[in-house]
């Protein structure tokens, strides 16, 4: 097993009879990332209208030629505190935890739902092969959060561990067994190590003592992968205003991400927005390798939303 660096503290779960696949996408994807530049041409393929209301979507996999999105539904939005209680500088809201199948045509074929009470907020997926696995939290900095796995034949979720703080991704390294989460904002990252079989170790061991900072900072990561080699792939966006009253410009961005430091290692804009004017990676994406490039797979709206593919040719 690759060393994992010294902010990654092992946390063992208990992973079940099905043992582990290689990854999806392996070292080719990696590879075609970091040809990737700000020049790089992305040519729209298709926009398919989603047959369902998808809320506030949030992360998104391929499996075979299905998408499973994970998405928010808001009911009673959180309010901002007069002064932050508890360490905490808004109220929980409402709502509940979802995660869709659906088809390429963007019709639904399925819909589980998932998180407790005020842990309601899924975030970014990853599918290590096997599972996909969904972290649901409170819609809150510092909330506390629910990692389940989730058969992607049957929908069924399995609760693999709870955690106090606010989970916004997970990514699954196939390749060293280690499971990585991305705080609120992106700003924290958390490492766990996994093995095939086993319990669940180191309970109640505090948030702190598994954190490591984020040292990129010119976007916040909404989703992220596996990209094979020791590295995520990372989306997201940021809201640059020229004044505190002024109209923001969002511009998304990819990051590749190494998993034992924290540290990118190849990072460039997605100059790519909806006709509505969001970055194409405000919500979930997905990305896979082609022969010549890299296919992307985007959600950028909420509620009546609309699937995005484009290509790359790198070659």
Request: charged share 20%; hydrophobic share 35%.
């Amino acid at each position: 097993m690759r060393r994992t660096s010294p902010h990654l503290i092992a946390l063992t779960l208990a992973c079940g009879a099905t043992g582990f696949a290689q990854p999806p996408t392996g070292p080719t994807l990696v590879e075609r990332v970091r040809q990737l530049t700000r020049e790089s041409a992305w040519t729209p393929l298709a926009a398919v209208p989603l047959a369902f209301p998808v809320h506030h979507p949030q992360g998104m996999v391929k499996v075979g030629d299905a998408l499973f999105v994970s998405s928010v539904e808001i009911r009673v939005r959180t309010r901002r505190l007069p002064e932050p209680v508890g360490g905490y500088d808004r109220d929980t809201g409402e709502g509940v935890g979802h995660l869709f199948k659906l088809d390429m045509a963007g019709n639904l074929i399925a819909d589980l739902r998932l998180g407790e009470g005020t842990v309601y907020h899924p975030g970014g997926i990853d599918y290590d092969g096997t599972s996909i696995w969904v972290p649901v939290a409170e819609y809150r900095p510092n909330g506390r959060s629910i990692v389940y796995r989730v058969d992607p034949a049957t929908m069924k979720a399995t609760e693999m561990f709870r955690f106090e703080d606010h989970l916004g991704a997970v990514v699954y390294d196939t390749e060293s067994r280690t499971l990585h989460g991305v705080g609120w904002g992106s700003r924290r990252f958390y490492g766990w190590e996994v093995t095939a079989d086993g319990p669940i170790i180191a309970a109640g061991r505090p948030a702190d003592a598994l954190r490591g900072l984020n040292g990129s900072h010119y976007v916040d990561y909404q989703d992220c992968q596996y990209a094979g080699a020791g590295l995520m792939l990372c989306t997201g966006l940021a809201e640059l205003r020229q004044a505190p009253d002024a109209a923001p410009f969002r511009l998304g961005g990819m990051d590749l991400i190494d998993l034992h430091d924290g540290r990118s290692v190849h990072g460039v804009p997605l100059l790519l927005w909806a006709p509505g004017g969001r970055p194409m990676t405000q919500n979930p994406s997905w990305f896979e390798p082609t022969s010549t490039g890299l296919r992307g797979y985007f959600i950028p709206d909420d509620d009546k939303a609309t699937l995005y593919r484009f290509e790359v040719n790198i070659n």
